[in-house]
C-alpha cells in the first residue's frame, strides 16, 4: 500500500513538472528583461514598473542609466546613491525577490545610435525590454528587441522630473517615494544639494 502510494506520488509529480513545462512553452515566458532609468531619485512608479516586469520574466536587469553624472540639477544623485536608493526600497518590500535583480550602472554616450549596443556589452543578456521612453523604445526596437510600454498610473505626478522641482519649491513629495530613497536622500542631504544646484550659477564641468 505504501509503496502504492509513493508511485502515486511519484506520478503525480511528474504531471505536474510536464504541465508546467507545457505552460512555459506555449506562453513563451522570456527569462531576463530589461529595464533602464536614471533614477533621480527612484519613486513609486519605479517599484510599480519593475513589479510589472517582474510578473512578466524570471529576472530583471535594471539598468541606472547617466551613472557618470551627479550633481547636476536633472541629475542630482550619484550612480551608488541611486543604487542605495533601489536596494533600499526593495529591502521594505516583500513582494520583491531581490535574488531575480541585477543592478547594473551604465555611463552615457554623446551617440544615441551607439548608446544600446554599450548596454549589451554591460549587462547579462536579455529578450525584451520595458520602456515607456520613446527614445529607449526606438533604440531597442530598431535592434529587434521586443519593447513592453509599462503600465503606469499618474505619470505626470510619479516623475523625479516633478519631484525634483517640488523639492525645489518645498511642495509635499515624500509620499511620491519609497521609504528607502527618502532614507537615502536625507542621509546625503539631497533636499540641500537639489536647492544648492536649482540656485547655483555654475554649469557642470561637462558643459563649462
Do not use: C
Request: no cysteine.
Amino acid at each position: 500500500m505504501e509503496l502504492h502510494t509513493v508511485v502515486r506520488y511519484q506520478i503525480y509529480q511528474i504531471i505536474k513538472f510536464t504541465f508546467k513545462l507545457l505552460y512555459r512553452v506555449v506562453n513563451i515566458v522570456p527569462h531576463r528583461g530589461l529595464f533602464v532609468g536614471r533614477f533621480q531619485p527612484f519613486h513609486l512608479g519605479h517599484l510599480a514598473t519593475i513589479k510589472f516586469a517582474l510578473k512578466s520574466v524570471e529576472q530583471l536587469v535594471i539598468v541606472v542609466g547617466s551613472a557618470d553624472r551627479s550633481h547636476e540639477l536633472r541629475n542630482p544623485f550619484t550612480a551608488g546613491e541611486r543604487i542605495e536608493m533601489i536596494r533600499s526600497s526593495f529591502d521594505d518590500d516583500n513582494e520583491i525577490e531581490i535574488s531575480r535583480i541585477f543592478i547594473i550602472p551604465v555611463p552615457d554616450t554623446n551617440v544615441h545610435a551607439l548608446w544600446a549596443s554599450q548596454i549589451n556589452l554591460l549587462v547579462p543578456r536579455y529578450e525584451i525590454v520595458f520602456s515607456n521612453d520613446p527614445l529607449t523604445s526606438i533604440l531597442f526596437s530598431e535592434r529587434g528587441i521586443r519593447v513592453v510600454r509599462a503600465q503606469l498610473h499618474n505619470r505626470r505626478l510619479f516623475s523625479a522630473t516633478e519631484i525634483r522641482s517640488r523639492i525645489v519649491k518645498d511642495e509635499s513629495w515624500k509620499r511620491l517615494v519609497t521609504k528607502g530613497t527618502l532614507k537615502v536622500i536625507e542621509e546625503v542631504e539631497g533636499i540641500k544639494r537639489i536647492k544648492a544646484l536649482s540656485t547655483s550659477k555654475t554649469k557642470s564641468h561637462f558643459n563649462p
